[in-house]
């Protein structure tokens, strides 16, 4: 576990945003007309980015489990489910307005002498009595907008799956302990701080609930709280970026809670939670809807009870702005006689990098380009693969380096003669010779022993 106070990386959160913008990783919303707070848009890099993060999540949650399998649940839900779940009572955040510059902040992010004087830390205007802001969005479903036909964008995606628990035991033939992961879209209507893509109004969460017997929770939320911290290992992260909160205060939910938090440019925030839940939320769908949620032990004498449920949950967005935060590197090199360079680099683990190989043909005439262009349609089916052709060697190196790309392959004259290229390593900047039918074989030997060097 990391003893690190403060943040101590290159990386800001400027020039994190910029570099997003700048190599088409995550873009502002409707930003032709201004914006929109509290959204972003994904691109090409960027997508690929958080595809792949999810497939490491997904393969860590279900494939390398016989007993967690997978749901899509749907984002609207039956109105009753949010009274269930607690989220029309208790889902609030107390919110102050300012009278003059029309600002509005959660009370908790306020100073507390701001708050005795009613003062508005942007402006110095008066502020409103707190209230309780309920996070939902709220909407209609159909023509007429009255109570019978509220209906809520998700807040979270768990209830999705706790109100498919029995259907899942009986179409797949579960037995207890076992898993459901999910992920997907939630919707929260509340304060967008301005840390990028940290905290947003819709986002995706990763989840996976894990049901236990009663009496064998604390063991397996222990076990998980192993399992998840390893899971960022295998990613490459900076482990003394990482560190354990244990929640004091529980929600109402709540036997036990831990969350891991990465230290992000701005500070210490949460990535995942691990959660005791108890049975709290299939006893209140019990409860709400009249359906029996009791689990029915065959191989115990038939035994009957609700089982507890181990949570893990992280956020998908949140994730791909760790990773970027993660991986940003500058650093000064000497390249052929420059003792006075720098590069922005990103230093993803290839199986998170949006691109895994360009190929770089040294000019575009004699059928370089044509020979580079085969090439990488052999390594297309295998492999996230670039062509880039414009401009100084050089110059291409450094747009791969910021895009995080681990590897380039040169196609130069002598690929001509002798059937080979150059193989550049984007961590170490190192070039070998490597012969075209053995470079898709040497890329799978590199992947799979990559460590990080920063």
């Not at 990391?2 to 994190?16: D, F, R, V």
């Not at 910029?18 to 959204?39: C, D, H, T």
Request: net charge negative.
């Amino acid at each position: 576990m990391s003893e690190l106070t403060e943040y101590q990386g290159k990386a800001t959160m400027e020039k994190i945003t910029s570099l997003a913008k700048r190599r088409g990783f995550v873009f502002q919303s409707s930003e032709i007309y201004g914006g929109q707070s509290g959204a972003w848009d994904y691109g090409p890099l960027g997508i690929e980015l958080k595809n792949r993060i999810q497939a490491m999540w997904w393969k860590e949650m279900t494939r390398l489990h016989d007993n967690i399998v997978g749901l899509d649940a749907a984002i609207f839900m039956h109105p009753r489910t949010w009274e269930a779940s607690g989220h029309v009572e208790n889902f609030t955040d107390p919110l102050v307005d300012c009278k003059k510059c029309k600002a509005r902040f959660r009370t908790d992010m306020i100073s507390e002498e701001n708050l005795a004087a009613k003062k508005c830390p942007d402006c110095g205007g008066e502020l409103t009595d707190a209230r309780n802001f309920n996070l939902m969005f709220k909407s209609h479903i159909g023509p007429a907008e009255d109570t019978a036909s509220i209906i809520y964008l998700r807040p979270e995606t768990a209830q999705g799956i706790y109100v498919n628990y029995k259907n899942i035991i009986q179409s797949n033939r579960m037995k207890i302990p076992f898993g459901i992961a999910q992920v997907g879209k939630a919707f929260r209507n509340e304060i967008v701080t301005k840390n990028f893509i940290f905290r947003t109004c819709e986002f995706e969460q990763m989840e996976m609930q894990y049901f236990v017997k009663p009496g064998t929770d604390e063991e397996c939320f222990n076990d998980w709280r192993n399992q998840r911290w390893a899971y960022y290992e295998k990613l490459g992260v900076k482990m003394d970026h990482l560190r354990w909160y244990k929640h004091e205060k529980l929600a109402h939910y709540a036997k036990d809670a831990y969350d891991i938090e990465y230290l992000f440019p701005m500070g210490w925030r949460e990535l995942e939670g691990i959660h005791n839940r108890t049975n709290y939320d299939l006893g209140r769908h019990a409860e709400f809807s009249g359906k029996d949620m009791q689990y029915i032990d065959q191989d115990n004498n038939n035994e009957r009870y609700i089982p507890f449920i181990i949570e893990t949950s992280a956020g998908l967005t949140r994730n791909v702005l760790m990773i970027l935060c993660d991986a940003y590197d500058e650093e000064q090199v000497a390249e052929k006689g420059n003792d006075d360079d720098w590069r922005t680099v990103l230093r993803f683990h290839p199986d998170l990098a949006p691109v895994t190989v360009a190929i770089l043909p040294l000019m575009k005439k004699d059928g370089l380009a044509e020979m580079a262009q085969d090439i990488r349609k052999n390594l297309q089916d295998d492999y996230a693969t670039d062509y880039d052709q414009s401009g100084a060697i050089g110059r291409r190196y450094r747009r791969q380096d910021e895009a995080g790309t681990p590897f380039c392959v040169t196609v130069d004259y002598e690929s001509k003669e002798d059937k080979t290229v150059t193989l550049r390593f984007r961590d170490s900047m190192e070039q070998v010779r490597v012969p075209i039918e053995e470079l898709s074989t040497r890329l799978r030997q590199e992947i799979k022993s990559y460590k990080r060097i920063k």
